[in-house]
């Protein structure tokens, strides 16, 4: 089974997850340096992801706590199009919601720096996202659990 990448898209950083070949586990990859240009972005995570050997793609969808859009949401989608065009399998969009505070918590407590915090913590946003998707396309028809 291919590899699915998880991305935490911001126009300064966009960080990068990446499953096992099960598609059953996250695990933070890295950070890609925002370009400022959403076809940009697009192309150097399409180049990771070859690199990866990642078909598939899950880009974080970020919303407000009511479901509302922001220009940040829109931005996510222009990008999330763009990366759809140059990528090798298809790009799912999945709730972004509490990813942020979820890698804060897991990064809390790490005695990093605040600089190596910051460093991580797209990476581990990231991968919360990826592991909210993997988890919930586990729990399909015939899944146990």
Do not use: C, N, W
């Not at 911001?10 to 240009?37: E, F, K, L, N």
């Amino acid at each position: 089974m291919p590899r699915i990448l998880g991305i935490d898209y911001g126009s300064r950083r966009i960080g990068i997850a990446i499953s096992d070949p099960d598609g059953r586990i996250a695990s933070p990859h890295g950070v890609v340096r925002g370009s400022g240009s959403v076809a940009e972005d697009a192309r150097a995570v399409a180049r990771l992801a070859a690199s990866l050997e990642a078909a598939e793609f899950v880009v974080g969808l970020p919303l407000h706590m009511d479901g509302s859009e922001s220009d940040q949401t829109a931005l996510t989608r222009a990008f999330a199009a763009a990366l759809e065009k140059l990528a090798a399998g298809p790009v799912h969009l999945h709730d972004e919601r509490l990813s942020s505070r979820a890698a804060d918590e897991l990064l809390a407590g790490r005695g990093l720096t605040r600089k190596k915090r910051r460093a991580r913590h797209d990476a581990i946003a990231a991968a919360v996202i990826l592991q909210g998707y993997l988890d919930a396309a586990d729990r399909g028809p015939g899944a146990s659990g």
